[in-house]
């Protein structure tokens, strides 16, 4: 054969490395020949689902024969209602993850410019690198976006923006008034794309109204999920925010069927679980203490975190003690990158899962 198949693929996949997620529990005590392996890689939350959400998932099986409402007309309005807009700001995706996905389809052409923090979520520099965008990679301050620096660096050639708020790795959140600052500063053609993934978890000072800027008619989609506060990572389901005509342009690229019907029953049964949400949210403020008291005890340091997880400087090498806390069943994020090296990333646990990812670190810390 004359051609490689790399050559029929998109120019663009060329020096594209797939994501590698956090691993599941049952592949690391498969491979390592152990059992009661902890996961705190990929900031799901500890307590599990809501208990509503189960019913309604258990309710909803006989009825897998179906194919799911395309439309989520159920979902849409119960989250309508919550938000304060109409369905038609709505988008439904198979995590908030394929709402992004959508926006690059639909917006990012080859030669665009794509504004982002680093380190920020790697999703968004690998959306802008398929699409053929020129990524203009903005580094944090202070371990936040660097909304000022991140204002200055549009051109004329900026086609979208990415802001995680709260960031991930960092945990960091914007103030809400350096948003509103932020938005001044950016063109009206500039599409923005405010990643709020663990909204919920932020003490409510630091929200911002982001939804303000989408009733001002401005280009901005906000992203959020259930797969982090409401418990529903596996299930695939997340939401964007956006004007009517930004949403009506991203389902014409949406698959007819993308969200099933067992996630968008959980979800909505999940939406009206508000126990369960704020008990979610009293027990990372508890972790996050107990957590931030013992790191500090042992010298470490990580900055303010407003989400479920922590970004901890070990001071030496991440990957190495990502590794040997791995052998020990204790399953955290390495991160890597040129900032990146000495820290791992430790999502916020159970008490108990907390105490052993603590009781862990200070053995592989003293070898
Ligand atoms: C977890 C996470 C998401 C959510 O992804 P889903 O596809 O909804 O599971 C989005 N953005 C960030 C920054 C995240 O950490």
Not at 55 to 75: F, I, K, Q, V, W
């Amino acid at each position: 054969m004359a051609r490689s198949l790399e050559e029929l693929a998109s120019p663009f996949l060329k020096g594209l490395i797939p994501y590698t997620p956090g691993k599941p529990v049952e592949e690391v005590e498969r491979e390592l020949g152990i059992t009661g392996a902890i996961k705190l890689a990929s900031n799901e939350n500890p307590l599990g689902p809501s208990p509503l959400a189960l019913r309604a998932l258990r309710e909803a099986l006989p009825e897998s024969h179906r194919y799911p409402d395309g439309g989520g007309y159920y979902l849409k309005r119960g989250l309508a209602d919550r938000l304060g807009v109409t369905p038609e700001h709505l988008i439904l995706g198979n995590g908030c993850n394929e709402v992004m996905d959508l926006m690059a389809r639909c917006f990012l052409l080859p030669g665009d410019e794509v504004v982002i923090a680093d380190p920020a979520f790697v999703i968004y520099g690998m959306l802008a690198h398929v699409q053929g965008c020129n990524k203009v990679l903005v580094p944090l301050k202070g371990w936040t976006h660097d909304l000022e620096a991140m204002a200055k660096a549009v051109t004329p050639k900026t086609k979208m923006i990415f802001v995680g708020n709260p960031n991930n790795p960092t945990g960091t959140a914007v103030m809400p008034a350096e948003i509103a600052t932020f938005m001044n500063a950016i063109p009206e053609e500039v599409i923005v794309v405010i990643d709020e993934a663990y909204i919920e978890y932020v003490p409510p000072e630091l929200v911002p109204d982001s939804l303000s800027y989408i009733r001002q008619g401005r280009w901005v989609i906000v992203l959020r999920t259930f797969s982090k506060i409401y418990g529903l990572a596996g299930l695939r389901i997340g939401y964007g925010i956006a004007s009517p005509s930004m949403v009506e342009l991203l389902n014409r690229v949406r698959a007819p069927f993308n969200v099933n019907a067992l996630a968008q029953r959980a979800a909505l049964a999940a939406l009206d679980d508000q126990h369960h949400v704020a008990s979610s949210r009293k027990i990372n403020e508890l972790g996050k203490g107990y957590l931030f008291a013992e790191l500090d005890r042992l010298g470490l340091h990580s900055p303010p975190s407003a989400a479920n997880f922590l970004l901890v400087d070990l001071k030496r090498d991440g990957q190495a003690v990502a590794e040997a806390l791995l052998r020990m069943g204790v399953i955290v994020r390495p991160l890597g990158g040129p900032y990146l090296t000495t820290h791992i990333r430790v999502s916020i646990g159970t008490p108990p899962e907390n105490e052993r990812f603590i009781e862990a670190l200070k053995t592989v810390l003293q070898s």
